[in-house]
């Protein structure tokens, strides 16, 4: 499984770029868009084709998200240890979370479809982030088998290949994807590494 997550800012030429990603094999796009406002989110969903609309995840929104019957949310670390997100998700909604040690994500209920973890790789997107990470290493001591681990952080063509063999379930794809200046080329890559 290969996920995008969105910048966090509105780009030009987004929205174009999300659906031919989708028609090229996007298994689920995440949108985060922290600063935007109800009538944005509106805006960016309706800019995706509809076909598309039950592989898309918000990070926020949760309440504009209903409108469109989108049932994929994702809690933050800090949301779901507080229990924040409760009073927002209904009951068969699709959820996911994110943590930064394995400890955590080992004890995950299975309420949660797939948890991010990060961070993998010196982040593309967030210099000198992850610089000493030990990710990769930790992934020995997963012992969770309900929830799908989802690799983040400085992934990319040249590392997606690495965390698959390390025993990830899916990655996540951020400053690869939008520092790029051929978006969907550099998906298809990622995607083709994984298909050969």
Same mark, same amino acid.
């Given at each position: /499984?290969?996920?995008?997550?969105?910048? $966090?800012? !509105?780009?030009?030429?987004?929205?174009?770029?999300?659906?031919?990603?989708?028609?090229?094999?996007?298994?689920?796009?995440?949108?985060?868009? =922290?600063?935007? &406002?109800?009538?944005?989110?509106? +805006? !960016?969903? &309706?800019?995706?084709?509809?076909?598309?609309? =039950?592989?898309?995840?918000?990070?926020?929104?949760? $309440? +504009?998200?209903? !409108?469109?019957?989108?049932?994929?949310?994702?809690?933050?670390?800090?949301?779901?240890?507080?229990?924040?997100?409760?009073?927002?998700?209904? *009951?068969?909604?699709?959820?996911?979370?994110?943590?930064?040690?394995?400890?955590?994500?080992? /004890?995950?209920? &299975?309420?949660?479809?797939?948890?991010?973890?990060?961070?993998?790789?010196?982040?593309?997107?967030?210099?000198?982030?992850?610089?000493?990470?030990? /990710?990769? *290493?930790?992934?020995?001591?997963?012992?969770?088998?309900?929830?799908?681990?989802?690799? !983040?952080?400085?992934?990319?063509?040249?590392?997606?290949?690495?965390?698959?063999?390390?025993?990830?379930?899916?990655?996540?794809?951020?400053?690869?994807?939008?520092?790029?200046?051929? =978006?969907?080329?550099?998906?298809?890559?990622?995607?083709?590494?994984?298909?050969?």
């Amino acid at each position: /499984m290969i996920i995008v997550i969105t910048h $966090e800012d !509105l780009i030009s030429h987004e929205i174009e770029t999300i659906n031919e990603m989708f028609r090229v094999g996007l298994d689920l796009l995440h949108i985060r868009k =922290p600063f935007i &406002n109800d009538e944005e989110m509106k +805006v !960016l969903i &309706n800019g995706i084709d509809q076909t598309f609309h =039950p592989k898309l995840v918000l990070h926020s929104h949760y $309440e +504009v998200g209903k !409108l469109y019957n989108i049932s994929r949310f994702h809690v933050r670390e800090a949301d779901r240890v507080n229990g924040l997100y409760r009073s927002k998700i209904e *009951e068969g909604n699709i959820i996911s979370t994110s943590v930064h040690q394995i400890n955590d994500y080992n /004890m995950l209920g &299975n309420e949660w479809q797939y948890s991010f973890i990060s961070p993998m790789f010196p982040s593309i997107s967030k210099k000198g982030y992850g610089q000493d990470t030990k /990710m990769m *290493e930790d992934l020995t001591y997963r012992n969770n088998i309900h929830v799908k681990l989802i690799a !983040l952080g400085g992934i990319d063509e040249n590392t997606i290949k690495k965390v698959f063999q390390a025993g990830a379930d899916g990655a996540a794809l951020l400053g690869a994807i939008w520092n790029s200046s051929t =978006p969907v080329n550099t998906f298809k890559k990622c995607r083709d590494i994984l298909l050969s």
